[in-house]
């Protein structure tokens, strides 16, 4: 029998070597590495996420058939070693990882590789694109995703007449202060406390409250409660910020498009069909589209293109984060303490808030 490796940001059926996997055939790894868990000072809710949804994902595929290790190991080469030494698999397998310092290790341990589908554009594809064009623009690769894709597309020309609506997307917050829709939240049980309670004292922020959803099926509902109500008031308040709102109108799928918990032509899917269905404006959905087939997978492509820029310190930095960023000092700024405070509370900030 052989091993299929599953990494902890692949976690979803359909992403890579998973995907058609038969229970009589293979059998899965996954692996906690202590090394990444105490390796920095993580937010805690950031490592109960991915920690979490690791163990969920672990019981969905028992629940399937599977047979399933899940150990904790010092690191990820030893928890491999450890898995081969016990199972003596024919062989071991896994899905093109996220990261080049993951994809040198897998190397290292000879584990057969599969291209990855977790993004709409292949690192290769994105070579092939980039080719020997002078520059990189962000925009020209968007069109081409568009076309090559088909999303928001109407006989080979952009939905609406034009290809980009940000101008329609800067609209000021409402005088009123508006009603914006309550983000779904989970009710906390066993696996998470079980999770928390294991954490490493050195984490920073606070606890988990329900906001991240960390199964499959969790991520369907936020999705779904993004397009429904939502994803109409998504569009002209985009690059608002106020103080009073920490999600406004935005998606808040990011953790799971990282994890695997929902791919990105899923995303994309319902806010097309949305569209169609004359449910919400073409400036809410062409900028939601643009930010996952568009920057996501720009700034993805351009990571694996040009490895140079992964350390590189171009602008010489040399000091560290100033102690009010890292909660030993506070700031007279307002607008720093309140972006800061919402990463305390949530490990999360909008992508306007990231940005100014």
Same mark, same amino acid.
């Given at each position: 029998?052989?091993?299929?490796?599953?990494?902890?940001?692949?976690?979803?059926?359909?992403?890579? *070597?998973?995907?058609?996997?038969?229970?009589?055939?293979?059998?899965?790894?996954?692996?906690?590495? @202590?090394?990444?868990?105490?390796?920095?000072?993580?937010?805690?809710?950031?490592?109960?996420?991915?920690?979490?949804?690791?163990?969920?994902?672990?019981?969905?595929?028992?629940?399937?058939?599977?047979?399933?290790?899940?150990?904790?190991?010092?690191?990820?080469?030893?928890?491999?070693?450890?898995?081969?030494?016990?199972?003596?698999?024919?062989?071991?397998? *896994?899905?093109?990882?996220?990261?080049?310092?993951?994809?040198?290790?897998?190397?290292?341990?000879?584990?057969?590789?599969?291209?990855?589908?977790?993004?709409?554009?292949?690192?290769?594809?994105?070579?092939?694109?980039?080719?020997?064009?002078?520059?990189?623009?962000?925009?020209?690769?968007?069109? =081409?995703?568009?076309?090559?894709?088909?999303?928001?597309?109407?006989?080979? @020309?952009?939905?609406?007449?034009?290809?980009?609506?940000?101008?329609?997307?800067?609209?000021?917050?409402?005088?009123?202060?508006?009603?914006?829709?309550?983000?779904?939240?989970?009710?906390?049980?066993?696996?998470?406390?079980?999770?928390?309670?294991?954490?490493?004292?050195?984490? *920073?922020?606070?606890?988990?409250?329900?906001?991240?959803?960390?199964?499959?099926?969790?991520?369907?509902?936020?999705?779904?409660?993004?397009?429904?109500?939502?994803?109409?008031?998504?569009?002209?308040?985009?690059?608002?910020?106020?103080?009073?709102?920490?999600?406004?109108?935005?998606?808040?799928?990011?953790?799971?498009?990282?994890?695997?918990?929902?791919?990105?032509?899923?995303?994309?899917?319902?806010?097309?069909?949305?569209?169609?269905?004359?449910?919400?404006?073409?400036?809410?959905? @062409?900028?939601?589209?643009?930010?996952?087939?568009?920057?996501?997978?720009?700034?993805?492509?351009?990571?694996?293109?040009?490895?140079?820029?992964?350390?590189?310190?171009?602008?010489?930095?040399?000091?560290?984060?100033?102690?009010? =960023?890292?909660?030993?000092?506070?700031?007279?700024?307002?607008?720093?303490?309140?972006?800061?405070?919402?990463?305390?509370?949530?490990?999360?900030?909008?992508?306007?808030?990231?940005?100014?």
């Amino acid at each position: 029998m052989k091993t299929l490796w599953v990494l902890g940001d692949q976690l979803n059926r359909r992403i890579g *070597a998973l995907d058609g996997a038969n229970p009589t055939t293979a059998r899965i790894l996954l692996v906690e590495s @202590e090394a990444m868990i105490l390796g920095r000072r993580f937010h805690r809710q950031r490592l109960h996420y991915v920690l979490t949804a690791m163990r969920r994902f672990a019981i969905q595929l028992r629940s399937s058939g599977f047979e399933v290790d899940m150990r904790r190991a010092p690191t990820l080469r030893t928890g491999l070693l450890r898995h081969v030494d016990e199972y003596s698999p024919e062989t071991v397998v *896994a899905t093109e990882p996220n990261s080049r310092k993951i994809e040198a290790l897998l190397g290292e341990l000879d584990v057969e590789l599969v291209p990855s589908n977790q993004f709409l554009c292949h690192r290769n594809d994105f070579s092939q694109w980039a080719g020997d064009r002078s520059r990189l623009r962000l925009e020209d690769f968007y069109r =081409w995703q568009r076309r090559r894709l088909g999303y928001l597309m109407d006989d080979g @020309e952009p939905a609406g007449g034009a290809w980009n609506y940000d101008r329609d997307n800067r609209e000021p917050p409402p005088k009123d202060g508006h009603d914006w829709p309550q983000p779904v939240a989970s009710r906390l049980d066993e696996v998470d406390l079980e999770v928390i309670a294991s954490l490493p004292t050195s984490s *920073a922020g606070e606890d988990p409250v329900g906001w991240w959803a960390t199964s499959r099926r969790g991520a369907l509902a936020r999705l779904r409660h993004f397009i429904d109500d939502v994803l109409p008031s998504f569009g002209p308040h985009e690059d608002a910020m106020i103080e009073s709102s920490w999600h406004l109108a935005h998606s808040l799928l990011s953790p799971y498009l990282n994890l695997g918990l929902l791919l990105p032509e899923e995303v994309c899917d319902r806010v097309e069909e949305a569209y169609r269905a004359g449910r919400v404006p073409i400036n809410s959905a @062409e900028g939601v589209i643009r930010q996952i087939i568009g920057w996501r997978e720009f700034v993805w492509g351009v990571y694996w293109m040009w490895p140079d820029q992964y350390d590189a310190n171009t602008l010489e930095h040399t000091r560290g984060l100033p102690p009010s =960023w890292t909660g030993e000092a506070k700031t007279s700024m307002r607008c720093v303490a309140t972006a800061l405070d919402g990463v305390r509370q949530r490990a999360w900030l909008h992508h306007i808030q990231r940005l100014m």
